[in-house]
């Protein structure tokens, strides 16, 4: 684990710190040894002197010898200590060099004195051991605590203006650079301290502002690109189904040109045999079925030259929810829907579309033919077929639900939303229900135009017709969504109108729209 640049900085000026203290120690205590030596030799030569009248030595334990020409030592005092080897070389070197001479040794060792006397004898004196340690202890206290308080104070000192100008900007730089590593653009340092955790700063800041501005840059292109295959996506299923329908209609004018006119001679035969008073009940019963058939046939004829050529289309306001209402009544009606429920709900006062009613009433007569022939299909052959009236957005935006569209303004379009509660579809037959002649029902029992058709009405209203989330209860929902009218209050106005009112109030004057 790597150390810290606060504790190898300390560390290091510490170290510094302590080498210059020691310098400094060791040029005190020599100057302090100086002084010494001068100070107790002075002391001991006039001492020497005043030998041997002087009853009482300056140091007590002080031991004094004369040394004569020859060597021999001669005690001096009450002192009757024997001469050491140490002493007795001071006492020569006193004598070759004809000088008072002090060697005080090491602190725990005995100070020496010898000086010259008349005749060539030498005056010697050693301290007690003890006394060369009491000279010493306080200048060496001193010392010792100089040098203490040199290093904790340095040190202390050095560590909080490091701490303060280099080691706090470089954490506050690391974790600003780990919150933008993360996604924390924002993050920012203060501009400040000395000038180059200044400019560290300033330029963390300018690198921070930049890659914000790039990552927003490169979110908008991401979100753009994904819009845009979106749009390419829709667009390349447009042009397939496109492709498609255009098979189809050539098809469909085919058939219609080799088909129609000998099928019409052909049924036109079965009418007239039919006539025959001869034929028994069984003929005429099978040419019966012969007829329906065909009818049948001119039919899918019919609605394939309905799904090849366009219709002309109005473009007026429309009353969705009393369209609604008259495609339910004529689905009703039938006996085979007898069992199934129909259910028409608003929410809320639904706007009034713009379309083209016969065009809307036939995608909703598809819509309920399809929803009631579900719910009849299955066991027990019951339920429920709800169709749902209300106001919505007509676009929304990419990754928004419509709820929340919704939400945000208001409805600029009508939505109408047939649910039932029959089978339900497929996973892998939702992909392929606005195909043409794709149906789920058992064969003979659907042509597979129906949604195909309405789908193609709904795109020529400039509107929409998609398999939607079902609500809670159903298994199948589509819905239909037509442009508003109108957007604002003024809406109420044309709805009053369609009703047969006038804005004020008064009795305007109806149309009638065949359905």
């Known amino acids: ?52 009248e002087q009853d009482r030595s300056l140091i007590p334990g002080t031991a004094w010898w004369r040394v004569g ?49 008349p005749g060539g004898e030498v005056v010697v004196a050693r301290l007690p051991a003890d006394a060369s340690l009491r000279l010493r202890a306080a200048p060496l ?13 340095f040190t202390a000192f050095g560590a909080s203006l490091l701490r303060r100008r280099v080691v706090a900007p470089l954490e506050r730089l690391a974790a600003a650079a780990r919150s933008l590593g993360e ?26 502002e930049a890659l914000e501005r790039r990552t927003l840059a490169l979110e908008k292109a991401v979100a753009d690109l994904r819009d845009v295959n979106a749009e390419l ?67 899918i004829l019919r609605q394939l030259l309905e799904f090849s050529r366009p219709p002309r289309m109005e473009s007026v306001p429309v009353d969705v929810a009393a369209l609604a209402e008259e495609a ?25 579309g713009r379309g083209d009613p016969g065009a809307v009433a036939q995608i909703l007569l598809n819509l309920l033919l399809n929803a009631a022939d579900a719910v009849t299909s299955c066991e027990p052959g019951a339920g429920v077929v709800q169709l749902r009236v209300r106001g919505a957005p007509f676009a929304v935006r990419s990754g928004e639900s419509r709820e929340e569209a919704a939400a945000r303004g208001e409805a600029d379009a009508v939505e109408c939303v047939v649910a039932d509660q029959g089978s339900g579809i497929a996973p892998e037959d939702a992909e392929r229900l606005f195909d043409p002649f794709f149906t789920t029902k058992p064969a003979g029992e659907g042509t597979g135009l129906g949604l195909a058709n309405s789908l193609r009405l709904a795109e020529e ?29 003024s809406g109420f106005a044309v709805r009053k109108e369609l009703r047969g009112e006038a804005a004020s109030g008064e009795p305007a004057t109806q149309g009638k729209t065949n359905v």
């Open 461 to 489: 209203l400039s509107g929409a017709l998609e398999l939607v989330e079902p609500p809670e209860g159903f298994r199948t929902a589509f819905c239909l969504r037509l442009q508003a009218a109108v957007r604002t209050a």
């Open 233 to 299: 996506r829709v667009a390349r299923s447009g042009l397939d189904r496109a492709q498609r329908l255009a098979a189809v209609g050539r098809l469909a004018a085919g058939v219609a040109h080799e088909v129609g006119n000998p099928l019409a001679a052909l049924l036109a035969f079965l009418g007239v045999a039919q006539r025959d008073t001869g034929m028994g009940d069984d003929t005429r019963t099978h040419l019966a079925r012969a007829a329906q058939q065909g009818e049948r046939v001119r039919r």
């Open 1 to 52: 684990m790597r150390g810290g640049l606060l504790t190898e900085v300390v560390v290091s000026l510490g170290l510094v710190m302590l080498a210059a203290t020691v310098v400094l120690a060791s040029l005190l205590l020599q100057h302090n040894e100086a002084r010494l030596r001068d100070l107790l030799g002075r002391a001991l030569l006039a001492e020497a002197r005043a030998l041997p």
């Open 69 to 117: 020409a020859k060597g021999a030592a001669e005690s001096i005092g009450t002192s009757r200590e024997r001469i050491d080897a140490t002493t007795e070389k001071l006492a020569d070197d006193a004598r070759a060099s004809g000088t008072s001479l002090v060697r005080p040794g090491a602190p725990w060792e005995a100070i020496r004195f010898a000086t010259p006397a």
């Open 183 to 208: 996604g924390g653009f924002e993050t920012r340092l203060p501009v400040e301290g000395p000038r180059e955790a200044a400019e560290v700063a300033a330029a963390f800041n300018a690198m921070s």
């Open 328 to 352: 339910i009544a004529l689905v009703r009606a039938q006996r085979r829907y007898a069992s199934v429920e129909f259910a028409v709900l608003r929410e809320g006062e639904p706007p009034v």
């Open 141 to 153: 206290a001193l010392v010792a605590a100089l040098l203490a308080l040199d290093v904790v104070v």
